[in-house]
T-cell receptor
Framework: TQLLEQSPQFLSIQEGENLTVYCNSSSVFSSLQWYRQEPGEGPVLLVT?????EVKKLKRLTFQFGDARKDSSLHITAAQPGDTGLYLC????????????FGTGTRLTVIP | KAGVTQTPRYLIKTRGQQVTLSCSPI?????VSWYQQTPGQGLQFLFE???????NKGNFPGRFSGRQFSNSRSEMNVSTLELGDSALYLC??????????????FGEGSRLTVL
């Protein structure tokens, strides 16, 4: 079983603060995705990274895929209440299969 | 365009019963995957169907089964329900990508409670 450990599990911060969420595994993945899930909804894809060392920026969110393709991080700058949600990393196997291995999740609360 | 639709949204069953959940993917998507989400285990892969064929299967007992129809709609069935089957069951559809896992579009899920 390919396990993805996320840290921290829970995070409560004030609006305007920065934060980083980590996703670590002992397994190598072909791709790494980050999703955000809000209550009562399914996860929504934020980004896919596929190259070791790759960094992608989406507005205030910065995603990095580790050089060895075993870990990833999500950094949010100047967090806003709209960033509140459950953040999930997911490792993708080789060949484009859709059997993602999801991380344990980080529940973020941004307090206005 | 319409998103992934799952029915029913909520259901309550008792131990020993069986349940069938339905998923209509986004038009044009031929891959449908099913995941189970629980507070303790998180999101776990159940199975994936592509063009009516099961392409991948997760580590779940045989009580969990699924199928896909020619119009790409999918159903999953859980027989002889156990208390531990209480969970949010999520369906996701996607376009095929043979290089790396593409974007999965999730439905809102079917929340199953087993009493």
């Amino acid at each position: 079983t390919q396990l993805l450990e996320q840290s921290p599990q829970f995070l409560s911060i004030q609006e305007g603060e920065n934060l980083t969420v980590y996703c670590n595994s002992s397994s190598v993945f072909s791709s790494l995705q980050w999703y955000r899930q809000e209550p009562g909804e399914g996860p929504v894809l934020l980004v896919t990274v596929v190259t070791g060392g790759e960094v992608k920026k989406l507005k205030r969110l910065t995603f990095q895929f580790g050089d060895a393709r075993k870990d990833s991080s999500l950094h949010i700058t100047a967090a806003q209440p709209g960033d509140t949600g459950l953040y999930l990393c997911a490792g993708g196997p080789a060949g484009g299969a859709n059997n993602l291995f999801f991380g344990t999740g980080t529940r973020l609360t941004v307090i206005p | 365009k319409a998103g992934v639709t799952q029915t029913p949204r909520y259901l309550i069953k008792t131990r020993g019963q069986q349940v069938t959940l339905s998923c209509s993917p986004i038009s044009g998507h031929r891959s449908v995957s099913w995941y189970q989400q629980t507070p303790g285990q998180g999101l776990q892969f159940l199975f994936e169907y592509f063009s009516e064929t099961q392409r991948n299967k997760g580590n779940f007992p045989g009580r969990f089964s699924g199928r896909q129809f020619s119009n790409s709609r999918s159903e999953m069935n859980v027989s002889t329900l156990e208390l531990g089957d209480s969970a949010l069951y999520l369906c996701a559809s996607s376009l095929e990508n043979r290089v790396y896992t593409g974007e999965l579009f999730f439905g809102e899920g079917s929340r199953l409670t087993v009493l």
